[in-house]
């Protein structure tokens, strides 16, 4: 889902691995190469023994900018309610009051929609936001320690673990400013869908509210590299 559309990377050489974080976040990057997608997704939030179920169509499209679009299908009380995201950029649409609004930078760290997600959770890039090092390195797998370059994130740094078979992460563990470990993010799932790799089934996890969050993908609503107009993702089109 990015990207959940997708938040990371630049980088130092440590001699002493097979490659260095640069070229690692980089085939991370190219994982999701693909100029459009778009998909059917369930969010489920679990919170002191209360479930939330919500369901929403995502588009990506990567042109001169990034571009994502969330609507939010179930239940009815939030239907045709939409993120839109270019960029740095998040727009969020309220079906209910008719209303647009441009996040702010703080409002980018808050919730989304009520889950264990940020709105800046789902805007991820793997060249450009962050710097790391590898810290760890397997048979399987590579563990990088990344830095986001804006220090307005909720975060300080990241542990990433990152597959070597399709440059997939399976887990993204979040610390903040005193190092403590507040939330975490695992992938399930993983299968070749049209040739790319995609996890179906993304958890997170708040350690310090309890809440989990599960974001699931229906296979067969998945597509890519489909031709789709920039119109599609404008303010104007959030008010459908």
Request: aromatic share 14%.
């Amino acid at each position: 889902m990015k990207k959940i559309s997708v938040i990371f990377f630049m980088l130092i050489n440590i001699c002493a691995f097979s490659k260095d974080a640069s070229e690692i976040l980089k085939k991370m990057e190219d994982a999701q190469n693909y100029t459009t997608s778009k998909g059917e997704y369930l969010m489920v939030i679990e919170n002191k023994g209360k479930k939330i179920t919500l369901g929403f169509e995502g588009y990506h499209k990567k042109s001169q900018e990034d571009l994502q679009l969330m609507r939010f299908t179930f239940p009815p009380r939030i239907e045709d309610t939409a993120i839109l995201i270019k960029d740095e950029n998040i727009w969020y649409y309220n079906k209910r009051s008719n209303r647009v609004r441009l996040l702010s930078k703080n409002a980018k760290k808050g919730s989304m929609m009520g889950s264990s997600f940020s709105y800046d959770d789902l805007n991820i890039d793997y060249v450009d936001d962050f710097t790391g090092e590898i810290i760890e390195e397997t048979e399987n797998y590579y563990m990088l320690k990344v830095y986001p370059v804006d220090k307005d994130r909720s975060y300080k740094y990241i542990l990433a673990k990152v597959r070597k078979d399709n440059y997939i992460e399976e887990s993204l563990e979040y610390y903040d400013d005193n190092e403590i470990k507040y939330k975490f993010m695992t992938t399930q799932d993983v299968k070749l869908v049209k040739k790319r790799w995609v996890p179906l089934k993304l958890t997170m996890t708040d350690l310090i509210s309890g809440k989990v969050t599960y974001i699931e993908t229906e296979e067969k609503s998945l597509d890519f590299d489909f031709f789709i107009e920039d119109s599609k993702f404008s303010e104007k089109n959030l008010k459908k």
